[in-house]
């Protein structure tokens, strides 16, 4: 695969992490760890299913041959799998409850500056790109994300201030705890899910590196190890508040949702697995981050900005001029370096 086709991969998995999310909204009130199980029981299938047709025994073949001689690889890739799959939950949990303007800072800065220094550690870079040209790709798009951060803090004082300022007195003091503890949340939580380029980094081959699972064998043990985490932490709610009838005798029109956001998600990093086969973790996970544009673009078309005031249109389309700018800055960086 070249670079240019890895970086349209990159760029179109990011389009996919960045929709998944957007069937929540069609929930009510079918339990959000209900929903969370069956994706990743879904996803678990969907990966499996598409290997096994591809790869057929070869897949099993390129298992045993991992485990005998780097066993570490098959280990990483699944705690990966698992672990990342707890920080999302974590965080899915924290913008229901304070919203994402208020979180999407300390996550955005985790995922992107912390998971790419932290990829680029463990897995390398490609040999022409310098540090330096890699963080000022990921200062760009970190702060295209601030910028849409920045359109959402001015649509909720536009539309819901009025409103606010009338409870401030009785629930204010609540409101700043709450705010405060899921701040705390959300660092460790964005943490967290750095375990995804992490493992991406050591589990998966890539340029410079003559071992490592290929693709579809790294992502068979990641979604084993995601089906794994969901079940010890949405499974394990289910458990504890006795919602395991509602999640077993739901119907296709709930579980359809986990479908839909399984095929979107664990689609997106089967193509990011591909991409950083090309480009080294180092390089796609910062192209994957364009995701957070994606998020603002579904909230603009579902009219959660209805209303809102010129600046914030004004700051998304600035937030998506900054993104193209660093994944152009990346590739003439690369383009350059060669």
């Not at 909204?25 to 209900?34: I, R, V």
């Not at 999407?104 to 040999?127: E, K, N």
């Not at 009025?162 to 899921?182: C, E, F, H």
């Not at 579902?302 to 998506?320: C, D, H, M, N, V």
């Amino acid at each position: 695969m070249t670079q240019e086709v890895a970086i349209l991969g990159g760029l179109f998995n990011a389009f996919l992490w960045g929709s998944w999310a957007a069937v929540l909204k069609k929930l009510d009130n079918y339990p959000l760890d209900a929903f969370f199980l069956g994706l990743y029981i879904f996803s678990f299938a969907l990966v499996w299913m598409i290997a096994l047709v591809l790869l057929g025994e070869e897949l099993f073949k390129e298992m045993a041959q991992a485990w005998r001689e780097r066993p570490a690889l098959m280990i990483v890739a699944l705690i990966a799998g698992g672990t990342f799959v707890i920080g999302v939950r974590i965080t899915l949990t924290v913008f229901t409850s304070v919203g994402l303007s208020v979180t999407a800072p300390i996550q955005t800065f985790m995922s992107l500056i912390v998971g790419t220094s932290l990829a680029a550690f463990v897995g390398g870079r490609p040999a022409a790109l310098s540090p330096f040209d890699l963080m000022t790709a990921c200062l760009l798009l970190f702060a295209a994300a601030m910028a849409t951060v920045w359109a959402r803090i001015v649509r909720d004082r536009s539309l819901f201030a009025p409103a606010a300022s009338q409870l401030r007195d009785v629930a204010g003091a609540t409101s700043r705890r709450m705010i405060a503890k899921n701040i705390i949340l959300v660092a460790p939580a964005s943490a967290i899910i750095t375990a995804y380029p992490l493992g991406l980094a050591y589990s998966l081959r890539a340029p410079g590196r003559d071992y490592g699972l290929t693709p579809l064998a790294f992502m068979t043990v990641l979604a084993t190890g995601s089906l794994i985490g969901a079940l010890l932490t949405s499974g394990a709610v289910l458990t504890i508040r006795r919602q395991w009838p509602t999640f077993l005798r739901a119907g296709w029109n709930k579980h359809r949702y986990s479908l839909i956001a399984a095929s979107a998600h664990y689609g997106g990093n089967i193509i990011n697995a591909f991409a950083t086969g090309a480009l080294t973790a180092a390089v796609s996970w910062p192209i994957g981050t364009t995701s957070y544009l994606w998020t603002y673009i579904w909230g603009l078309i579902i009219g959660e900005f209805k209303g809102a005031p010129r600046k914030s249109y004004l700051l998304i389309a600035t937030g998506a001029l900054l993104y193209v700018a660093g994944i152009l800055y990346l590739r003439w960086a690369l383009l350059r370096s060669a």
